[in-house]
């Protein structure tokens, strides 16, 4: 039978409750690339898992699709979010499909032009709030407290769950859970998937490393950051709703949650694209900080099977590559300047 989605395909592990009605754009079912140079620079068995290639681009629309059938299913009519972007859009498309008005707020001047323009395409109402993504995730939050509107943020536990589907298909996909799994954190609800996933499933357990982006920090400094900054735009967060349980999960499994430079995350953005496989930069943060770790000898990367998870498209974010990588030359349409560029 075809690939069906993922509340088919996994349904049975997600406790969704009898009312739900499926909705679903057949997200999911990712694949786990192998990473031949990389593995062998670092000696290991490294994997992407590219969740860049969901609906709408990211791995939000795992969490999406169980959100939004659930909140159909008890009668909603209206959903709304705060969004860096990715949720926005992922909202917006599963919204569309069920036929439900959409609303979305995003920081003003702070959401990468692909997560907007998909947001805007699906329909969505897109409000821009002068404040940060916390900042609108406040305002997300009164409103449904206050109103039958629908909050489908990872606050709402059945994102959660449907996230938890991307640590089941790594363990079908290699048969048991990896030593390590890397990825970025930002709201944090990623992480506490991936972790409840694979406690439930039980296949193995690996060791998480999360990594932040260095101006949007709160679980490395402590304390959260009032005007969290980064180029890696969905990470920017400075009060993770999820941010024990991102904690927790760090120091269950051994593992630990670390903070890279920008520099750090269009490096590891340039490797993993020099290797065919364009992220967004946030989604570059994971390998970016195995790099950074392996570098200065806190992590023993050698003889291990690594899973680093890549969480958003490149396309989604496209002016930071003309910033970040070269941009091209311009020649007269002629033969001589064309041999000349390229023989030079
Ligand atoms: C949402 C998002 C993140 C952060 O995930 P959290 O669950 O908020 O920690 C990272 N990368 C991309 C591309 C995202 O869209």
Not at 181 to 206: D, E, H, M, R
Request: charge should be negative.
């Amino acid at each position: 039978m075809t690939y069906q989605g993922l509340i088919h395909r996994y349904g049975q592990y997600l406790d969704l409750p009898a009312h739900t009605k499926n909705i679903s754009l057949l997200e999911g079912n990712t694949p786990l690339i192998p990473m031949p140079r990389l593995s062998a620079e670092l000696g290991c068995e490294l994997f992407i898992k590219f969740e860049g290639l969901n609906p709408t681009g990211s791995f939000k629309d795992r969490g999406m699709t169980a959100a939004i059938s659930e909140a159909v299913g008890r009668g909603a009519q209206t959903v709304i979010c705060a969004s860096t972007g990715n949720t926005a859009a992922s909202a917006a498309a599963y919204a569309a499909r069920a036929g439900l008005r959409s609303i979305v707020l995003i920081p003003e001047g702070k959401v990468a032009a692909g997560k907007l323009a998909g947001a805007i395409a699906y329909g969505a109402e897109v409000i821009q709030v002068q404040g940060s993504f916390d900042d609108a995730l406040t305002l997300v939050v009164e409103i449904t407290q206050k109103t039958p509107i629908a909050l489908v943020n990872s606050i709402n536990p059945f994102r959660i769950k449907g996230q938890k589907t991307a640590a089941f298909e790594i363990c079908d996909d290699l048969g048991s859970a990896p030593d390590w799994l890397c990825l970025p954190v930002g709201n944090a609800g990623n992480i506490t998937s991936y972790w409840a996933g694979f406690k439930q499933y039980q296949k193995g357990l690996p060791q998480v490393l999360g990594v932040q982006a260095a101006g949007a920090a709160p679980l490395v400094l402590g304390h959260p950051v009032e005007k969290p900054e980064t180029i890696a735009t969905a990470i920017r967060i400075g009060k993770p709703a999820r941010g024990e349980q991102a904690l927790d999960a760090a120091q269950e499994s051994n593992g630990r949650i670390i903070a890279v430079s920008d520099e750090q995350i269009l490096s590891a953005q340039r490797i993993l694209a020099a290797e065919g496989v364009w992220v967004e930069p946030a989604s570059a943060a994971g390998l970016s900080g195995l790099l950074a770790e392996s570098t200065v000898g806190k992590f023993e990367a050698r003889g291990k099977r690594i899973v680093v998870v890549c969480t958003g498209h490149g396309m989604k974010d496209p002016s930071i590559i003309t910033e970040s990588f070269q941009s091209p030359k311009v020649i007269p349409a002629n033969y001589d300047a064309l041999i000349d560029l390229i023989e030079e």
